[in-house]
């Protein structure tokens, strides 16, 4: 594995967190979707450049972020406040422990009176973050055919199936029949992950991720000034 090229304390974008050589900011457009987006990010998972939750946040168009803080001595609580949320839109709550995916109910299109939260951070935190908001929406799992591996090579998985953020909302949009969406984030989580392999000095698997992802017939010019 190839040494990080970027140093300790080096600036990096305010909107991609990358340094300036790989900011990814303006690469593609921005993600439209008529479902509502919510993304609760752990304030450990916050402070973190390769967090998909902060790039669901600043890709969504409308995406709605709030940050979660557990109360200590040294911090007040900070949860996700209801009147963040469309008081219009049922909340879908994600989580690997909610109940069955409403297939019924979704499979009428875009759904433009929903609204998903995504619980951003590790297994461990997101149940810990659904205890104190389970009481505002539905909680469910995404259906069972979006198990697929993840694309996610910035982290190990406990598990091949073990979802990034960003990719459960690609699987959840895919869901409700917004197909145009999901292929849009899909893109830039994609290159997400690739741009931060390069800023992190591993080429090597930058290429072979490469190799597997729509990036390059895409956005070639996008890949040409990266690498």
Known sequence: MGRSVVRAGAARCPGCSLPPRWCICAAVAPVDTPLGVNVFIHRHEHVKP???????????????GRIYQRQSRFFPAAGFPPEALAADRELWILHPD?????????????????QVMLL???WRQAGEMLRTVENLGRCVRLPGSTARPSRFWLRDQAAPTHLSTAEA????????????AADLLRLHFELHVFATLLSRGRRESAERYLGESPLLARIPAVVDRLV
């Open 50 to 64: 390769s967090s998909t939750g902060r790039l669901v946040a600043r890709v969504v168009s409308g995406a709605t």
């Open 120 to 122: 951003d951070g590790t």
């Open 98 to 114: 909610g109940g069955p995916w409403p297939v019924a109910e979704a499979g009428a299109g875009p759904p433009a009176g929903r």
């Open 169 to 180: 909302l690609v699987a959840v949009l895919a869901a409700v029949g917004d197909a145009a």
